[in-house]
């Protein structure tokens, strides 16, 4: 039970926040200021689970991903853009047991040449692994893992925080894992899109399988206590 604890019921001052409460069509939209609504791309969908049915504000509908490549792509918005703020992102979702290794739960950034990321969450292996998530500019990155795993078939709170001295993740409220920055310069504050289930749109993509539901992106470091 998280209960009071701001990772698991977060504050109202988000940049975007895609409840995927639609029950069809193709645009996931942002009911935050930041006006950036999501195309579902390829055979994502929106699907009814009665585990997140949960309060008069929720309908159930949920993002769903097959894992064959298809994904919600949130676009370039300057408010997605990551540079020198903090930031705090924070999804809910669900992986089926057949995953590939370093499935990507969300993206921004990089290129195919470096690999580099203003920021990513993925597996850090297959399926009901623990997660990594990463920073970075265009010539370096940093990486930290959970410390616990994810389990799959199951609903889990991912958050990364990041302080601008080192970003922490959690797992549903609970702090696992922090890295130092160390980076030199800002991060990238990349223009490329916000893909959530997806690494990159081509090339090494590591798509996600299940379901994924309410993406909150905040620019400040949300209270960790």
Known sequence: DCSGNPVCEPPTDYVSYWKFDETSGTIAYDSGPGGNDGSLQDNAYFVYDSERDYSAETNGYVLG????????????????????????ISVWFKGEDSQVSGANIFNKGGTLLTYQVNYACSYSGGSATAVRCSIGNESDS????????????????????????????????????????????????????????????????????????????????????
């Open 65 to 88: 991903l097959d894992g064959s490549g298809d994904y919600v792509d949130a676009w370039t918005g300057n408010s997605l853009r990551m540079d020198t703020e903090n930031f705090t």
């Open 142 to 225: 940093i990486t930290t893992t959970s410390s616990t795993s994810f389990s799959a078939g199951m609903w889990h709170n991912l958050v990364l925080r990041y302080n601008g001295t080192s970003i922490g993740v959690y797992r549903d409220g609970v702090l696992q894992t922090t890295q130092e920055n160390t980076l030199t310069g800002n991060l990238a504050g990349s223009g490329d899109s916000f893909i959530i289930g997806l690494g990159r749109p081509a090339g090494l993509n590591f798509p996600f399988n299940g379901s994924i539901d309410e993406v909150m992106i905040y620019d400040r470091a949300l209270n960790a206590t």
